[in-house]
């Protein structure tokens, strides 16, 4: 029987230089990026993204 080799370490910690907040306008979480400060994605579906930090 194969099996699947060892996974990775995969992410530890917060994903780096991205941050969340929550707009206030539409009330949903969006991703920013902090060199460029644009907004990368909006989450549409309930919650926070996994893993980036949020804007204070």
Same mark, same amino acid.
């Given at each position: 029987m194969a099996s699947?080799? @060892?996974k =990775? @370490? =995969?992410r530890k910690g917060a994903?780096?230089?991205r941050t969340q907040f929550q707009n206030? $306008?539409? $009330?949903?979480w969006s991703k920013r990026d902090t060199k460029t400060g $644009? %907004? %990368?994605d909006t989450k549409t579906s =309930? =919650? $926070?993204f996994k893993g980036v930090r949020k804007e204070k």
């Open positions: 699947n080799e @060892p =990775g @370490p =995969g994903v780096s230089k206030p $306008k539409t $009330k949903l $644009k %907004i %990368i =309930g =919650g $926070k």
